[in-house]
C-alpha cells in the first residue's frame, strides 16, 4: 500500500501562483511514476503532469505546458507542482496520484485532493 497526502491548495488571483506538495509513505519503493490529476466540477478528472520516480522524466498536459513544473526529491518522498501564471480554468480539486508495481501488477493511489481556486 502506498499513502499519499496533498498540501499546498488554496485560492489565488489569476496571474498568481501556488505550489501543491504530495507526501508518500508506505511501499515507496514500488513506485515508478507520480502525477498530478485535476477534476473540475462537471467535468472528468484530466491528466496535469507526471514525473518517473527514477529517471526524473516529465510529461505535462498542453493546457498547462510553460507554466507548471513538476518536481520530485527522493530523499523526502515527495513531489511538488508549482503553478505559475494560473488561470480560472485551472480552478479545480487537484489530486496525486502514485503508480507502482508488484511483478506483473499494477497498482494506482490516490490522495485526498486539495481545493485550487482561481479567481479575481
Known amino acids: 500500500q502506498v499513502q499519499l497526502v496533498e498540501s499546498g491548495g488554496g485560492s489565488v488571483q489569476p496571474g498568481g501562483s501556488l505550489r501543491l506538495s504530495c507526501a508518500a509513505s508506505g511501499r515507496i519503493f514500488s513506485i515508478y511514476s507520480m502525477g498530478w490529476y485535476r477534476q473540475a466540477p462537471g467535468k472528468e478528472r484530466e491528466f496535469v503532469a507526471s514525473?518517473?520516480?527514477?529517471?526524473?522524466?516529465?510529461y505535462y498536459a498542453d493546457s498547462v505546458k510553460g507554466r507548471f513544473t513538476i518536481s520530485r526529491d527522493n530523499a523526502k518522498n515527495t513531489i511538488d507542482l508549482q503553478m505559475n501564471s494560473l488561470k480560472p480554468e485551472d480552478t479545480a480539486v487537484y489530486y496525486c496520484?502514485?503508480?507502482?508495481?508488484?511483478?506483473?501488477?499494477?497498482?494506482?493511489?490516490w490522495g485526498q485532493g486539495t481545493q485550487v481556486t482561481v479567481s479575481s
Open positions: 514525473i518517473s520516480w527514477s529517471g526524473g522524466n516529465t
Open positions: 496520484k502514485a503508480s507502482s508495481s508488484s511483478g506483473s501488477i499494477q497498482y494506482d493511489y
